[in-house]
């Protein structure tokens, strides 16, 4: 059974950093997509990042572009979400998910091209 575990979140200074770490156990996941969503209170979830987890090619939101790194660490079965630069609109709950399928030219960014989800973590950035 698949199971992503999202941790890493807090409360930080508007300009500082965070690192989002998303543990995955269940099967073998190097053709599929990894993808880090957020949700702000009232408003819908948003992709931020994705990463091809095999070849390891990293894709974001315009939103998020040259702040945000996503990272894996293959030994561990872990994807990170390095946060730089961290402004108060990126106040929300992180997700990580797994793509729904196998395709390793596919940059999945709608939520429902995502089948397994992380319990989420909250990030909060103040001013």
């Known amino acids: 059974q698949v199971q992503l575990v999202d941790s890493g979140g807090g409360l930080v200074q508007a300009g500082g950093s965070l690192r989002l770490s998303c543990a995955a156990s269940?099967?073998?996941?190097?053709?599929?997509?990894m993808g880090w969503f957020r949700q702000a209170p009232g408003k819908e979830r948003e992709f931020v990042g994705g990463?091809?987890?095999?070849?390891?090619?990293?894709y974001y939101a315009d939103s998020v572009k040259g702040r945000f790194i996503i990272s894996r660490d293959n030994a561990k079965n872990t994807v990170y979400l390095q946060m730089n630069s961290l402004k108060p609109e990126d106040t929300a709950i992180y997700y990580c998910?797994?793509?729904?399928?196998?395709?390793?030219?596919?940059?999945?960014?709608?939520?429902?091209?995502?089948?397994?989800w992380g319990q989420g973590t909250q990030v909060t950035v103040s001013s």
């Open positions: 998910a797994i793509g729904s399928y196998s395709d390793i030219h596919a940059y999945p960014k709608r939520s429902d091209e995502y089948a397994y």
């Open positions: 269940g099967r073998t996941f190097s053709s599929y997509a």
């Open positions: 990463m091809q987890w095999g070849g390891g090619t990293t």
